[in-house]
């Protein structure tokens, strides 16, 4: 009875995760199909047969490129900028007893708790309290904001989880602070680092809300894609964002693959430090 029971709930569990699966990738699978939508008009909403012609140009539509080159810079700077910042922070926050910490891990912490609404708001009225143009330089520093946090979570996970008999052998060996974090720490959390840059790269890139109270008159990707929401959303569209589901994806599958590398390397290196 016990046996049947368990297969049972076995059971439930593989076809309720299966439906959450199902649910989720739905919308993403529907994006895709009509990526390869014959429409004959501005609209994309109804099928109306199959052809590959909007894949063979998918930057037909005026200001699709630019819009899509624009966020792509502002995800690539931003993430860079935020893993370099919470990298550093990561590190004072787990290495180092720092005074008033908890008070710096709930500033850091404060965008991720914050409504976007009330975060873009706020940062409309700094900005025009200061009188700085929107645009490009206001959209980053928005994104570096916002991001920082994730950047510092992923990363003080990845140190916490750290043996620090690695670090104290390498110090042990003749290694200063600098010459063990630069060869020893970086190397080890670089995992976490890389997880922490993809997941910022993705938030920016997918960023609306924020990005739309401080972007003036630059437009991107998202932004664009709400615009031509009034119109009809042309299929390029489609196409745009399923290639960068496909680039998301293979990125997904390299860094699981460099987490797995670094956990057998990290089980190596513990039992050598002991």
Do not use: C
Request: proline share 3%.
């Amino acid at each position: 009875m016990r046996v049947s029971s368990g297969r049972v709930r076995a059971w439930a569990l593989g076809l309720w995760s299966g439906l959450a699966l199902l649910y989720l990738f739905i919308p993403i699978g529907v994006i895709a199909l009509y990526s390869f939508n014959d429409n004959q008009g501005r609209f994309n909403y109804t099928w109306q047969g199959f052809t590959l012609r909007h894949w063979g140009d998918p930057f037909s539509v005026e200001g699709l490129q630019s819009a899509l080159t624009t966020s792509l810079s502002i995800a690539a700077l931003a993430t860079v900028l935020a893993v370099i910042l919470g990298v550093g922070v990561a590190l004072a926050l787990v290495r180092h007893k720092i005074r008033g910490r908890s008070g710096v891990e709930g500033l850091v912490l404060l965008p991720l708790a914050t409504p976007e609404v009330v975060l873009g708001a706020a940062l409309l009225g700094y900005y025009l309290t200061l009188g700085l143009a929107r645009g490009f330089v206001t959209i980053l520093i928005a994104h570096v904001m916002f991001t920082l946090g994730y950047v510092v979570l992923t990363v003080r996970a990845r140190l916490e989880g750290l043996d620090l008999h690695i670090e104290e052998a390498a110090m042990d060996l003749g290694a200063n602070q600098w010459t063990t974090l630069r060869k020893v720490t970086l190397p080890l959390i670089a995992p976490g680092v890389l997880a922490a840059g993809l997941l910022a790269f993705a938030i920016s890139l997918d960023d609306f809300v924020i990005t739309n109270f401080t972007a003036g008159q630059t437009v991107t990707f998202p932004l664009f894609i709400y615009g031509a929401a009034r119109q009809g959303v042309p299929p390029q569209v489609n196409v745009v964002a399923t290639g960068l589901l496909l680039i998301v994806i293979a990125l997904m599958f390299v860094n699981l693959a460099v987490q797995r590398r670094a956990g057998n390397r990290d089980a190596a290196a513990a039992m050598l430090a002991r």
